[in-house]
């Protein structure tokens, strides 16, 4: 029952975006799943898919395109659970294209959960240069931010969740943070429970706006939820609700022991896409609320 789920980020995509937001959906999906396919490993499988985005300069906010802070500096943020309780993540890391990579480092190097700045940049065996992860659209969105002089902003995440046939979960969850965040400014991405969240029967991503991720500890709600008698859908559109009731907005992926997965939203866009048995569907969808399948 190898099933992988992708997500490229909710909100709205410029419509002159959209095709190269399709095209690295369909690159980080096939990475994904062949490695799932080959090797039945579900970590390496997110790992694959997410690096895949991080590394797209044309798409997706995460690695190189993450979205700078106010002073014009990115700052990427990264997690990776399994289904054995394993978690690790790195946040404020400024000097790599792969944070993802970074996370399993921490997950399954250290004693630790969360490693930020420089103790996370010390993991990175190939350091860049900061500039090297500012991209030309980034900046543009740099300087169209200062010129408007607000603080409304901008949202957008990578994430994967993946299963093996012999029924293990992972998932991981990527991103620049928000345009023009304040510098040192953590989201919901690196922190378990909230952005990012696996055990033995869900696997979750979220993305959207991440201080509603956190006040709502969102992703592991969700499995909580269903833990507890709700279904998939009954969680997911509560979920959605919380994230409303904590000022924000945004959407998750999903993908259950058992074979359910999908996606949902509350946003004007998800960037999504899935891979299973006879199932393949990469888009940047425009239809808001709760999708499910089966496996």
């Given at each position: 029952?190898?099933i992988?789920?992708?997500?490229?980020?909710?909100?709205?995509?410029?419509?002159?975006?959209?095709?190269?937001?399709?095209?690295?959906?369909?690159q980080?999906?096939?990475?994904?799943?062949?490695?799932?396919?080959?090797?039945?490993?579900?970590?390496?499988?997110?790992?694959?898919?997410?690096?895949?985005?991080?590394?797209?300069?044309?798409?997706?906010?995460?690695?190189?395109?993450?979205?700078?802070t106010?002073?014009?500096?990115?700052?990427?943020?990264?997690?990776?659970?399994?289904?054995?309780?394993?978690?690790?993540?790195?946040?404020?890391?400024?000097n790599?294209?792969?944070?993802?990579?970074?996370?399993?480092?921490v997950?399954?190097?250290?004693?630790?959960?969360?490693?930020?700045?420089?103790?996370?940049?010390?993991?990175?065996?190939?350091?860049?240069?900061?500039?090297?992860?500012?991209?030309?659209?980034?900046?543009?969105?740099?300087?169209?931010?200062?010129?408007?002089?607000?603080?409304?902003?901008?949202?957008?995440?990578?994430?994967?969740?993946?299963?093996?046939?012999?029924?293990?979960?992972?998932?991981?969850?990527?991103?620049?943070?928000?345009?023009?965040?304040?510098?040192?400014?953590?989201?919901?991405?690196?922190?378990?429970?909230?952005g990012?969240?696996?055990?033995?029967?869900?696997?979750?991503?979220g993305?959207?706006?991440?201080?509603?991720?956190?006040?709502?500890?969102?992703?592991?709600?969700?499995?909580?939820?269903?833990?507890?008698?709700?279904?998939?859908?009954?969680?997911?559109?509560?979920?959605?609700?919380?994230?409303?009731?904590?000022?924000?907005?945004?959407?998750?992926?999903?993908?259950?022991?058992?074979?359910?997965?999908?996606?949902?939203?509350?946003?004007?866009?998800?960037a999504?896409?899935?891979?299973?048995?006879?199932?393949?569907?990469?888009?940047?969808?425009?239809?808001?609320?709760?999708?499910?399948?089966?496996?």
């Open positions: 029952m190898a992988l789920v992708i997500h490229g980020g909710a909100g709205t995509v410029p419509e002159k975006y959209l095709d190269a937001y399709r095209a690295g959906l369909d980080a999906a096939q990475a994904g799943y062949a490695e799932l396919t080959a090797t039945g490993d579900p970590v390496k499988a997110v790992l694959a898919a997410v690096s895949a985005m991080e590394l797209n300069d044309k798409a997706f906010n995460a690695g190189v395109g993450g979205a700078p106010r002073e014009g500096r990115v700052e990427l943020d990264a997690c990776v659970m399994a289904s054995d309780g394993s978690a690790g993540a790195v946040a404020a890391v400024t790599s294209h792969n944070p993802v990579r970074l996370a399993e480092k997950r399954t190097s250290t004693p630790h959960v969360i490693l930020a700045a420089e103790g996370a940049e010390r993991l990175e065996e190939d350091p860049v240069p900061n500039e090297a992860l500012l991209t030309e659209r980034m900046k543009e969105e740099l300087a169209a931010w200062r010129q408007r002089d607000t603080d409304q902003p901008g949202r957008g995440t990578v994430g994967a969740l993946a299963l093996s046939d012999d029924g293990r979960l992972a998932a991981a969850t990527s991103t620049g943070g928000i345009l023009a965040q304040y510098p040192g400014r953590l989201g919901d991405t690196p922190v378990p429970g909230a990012t969240w696996c055990d033995e029967r869900h696997a979750l991503s993305t959207g706006i991440g201080e509603a991720f956190l006040r709502s500890v969102a992703c592991r709600s969700v499995a909580l939820r269903i833990d507890l008698g709700a279904s998939p859908e009954e969680a997911l559109r509560t979920g959605l609700d919380d994230l409303v009731k904590a000022r924000g907005d945004g959407g998750f992926i999903y993908l259950g022991a058992d074979g359910t997965f999908g996606f949902a939203y509350n946003t004007p866009m998800l999504v896409g899935y891979r299973a048995r006879g199932k393949s569907f990469q888009d940047v969808q425009r239809e808001p609320g709760v999708h499910l399948f089966r496996g």
